[in-house]
């Protein structure tokens, strides 16, 4: 295997794992956003918040610090998982159809954003292959499909623009961007999951187009959107995060592979 093959997991596992701990707060406010207001259900009914900020002081000053990072373990080794795949699915299927990023489109980069999300979700959460495509995977085809090529969009055209370069200050304003359309296209789809998850006995819920109804109808269409700015600002730093540490970890593996050959 040729090291542009395994490059993209590698980097990117690694980049998915350090995001993830630098977010995971950010993760339980939105989480604690969308499940509450919830008119059938008596343990979620109180608006307890009233932001993200406020949800994460009172968590601090009622349940401790460290309740703000309680279950990040699990989810560290789910990325570790999800993270590699994603990332290392998405340039490979995008390098088998085309060799240069210059001749991608956008269309090319959802269809492979919608494939290694579904692939990596699937295989991160090996139950739900069971249950058919399930919640979670749907979650994942939209935010990879609408992420990953938005990202790669915005900083090809800002790159071929001649405004900016490929610098630090590129890949800041795409993974922002790509943050946005992703938390525009998912937020919805992420509020049902989060809601029939953490439903009891599943009695309230009977499927997806049963939550969302309900959720519209008793708390209006905006209830779609709860958690939106967690969500974005979740998904923006993780999106540098992640970028920032592939590039660097591309960039000084070239450097070792240059030093090596330097030496032979």
Request: hydrophobic share 40%; glycine share 10%; with cysteine.
């Amino acid at each position: 295997m040729s090291t542009s093959s395994w490059k993209p997991f590698v980097f990117g596992g690694l980049a998915s794992v350090t995001a993830e701990c630098g977010t995971f707060p950010i993760d339980l406010a939105k989480t604690r956003l969308q499940v509450q207001g919830q008119v059938g259900d008596s343990k979620y009914r109180e608006i307890r918040y009233r932001g993200m900020f406020h949800a994460m002081v009172k968590i601090c000053r009622e349940e401790g610090v460290r309740t703000l990072y309680s279950g990040l373990a699990p989810a560290m080794l789910r990325q570790a998982s999800y993270g590699t795949i994603k990332i290392g699915t998405y340039q490979s299927f995008k390098r088998l159809l085309v060799d240069s990023p210059e001749d991608e489109t956008l269309l090319l980069n959802v269809a492979c954003g919608v494939m290694s999300g579904v692939i990596s979700s699937s295989i991160a959460n090996p139950t739900d292959v069971l249950k058919g495509v399930s919640l979670t995977a749907q979650r994942a085809a939209i935010v990879v499909g609408v992420e990953l090529p938005v990202y790669d969009i915005t900083k090809k055209h800002l790159i071929l623009s001649g405004h900016m370069g490929d610098t630090v200050y590129t890949h800041f304003l795409s993974s922002f961007v790509c943050g946005l359309a992703g938390a525009l296209t998912s937020n919805p789809v992420d509020v049902v999951r989060t809601r029939m998850m953490n439903q009891r006995g599943g009695s309230l819920y009977q499927g997806t187009v049963d939550c969302l109804l309900q959720t519209w109808r008793s708390e209006g269409f905006m209830a779609l959107y709860k958690g939106f700015l967690p969500n974005w600002l979740r998904l923006g730093p993780w999106n540098i995060i992640e970028e920032e540490e592939r590039h660097l970890g591309s960039i000084q593996h070239g450097a070792i592979e240059q030093s090596a050959g330097e030496v032979l």
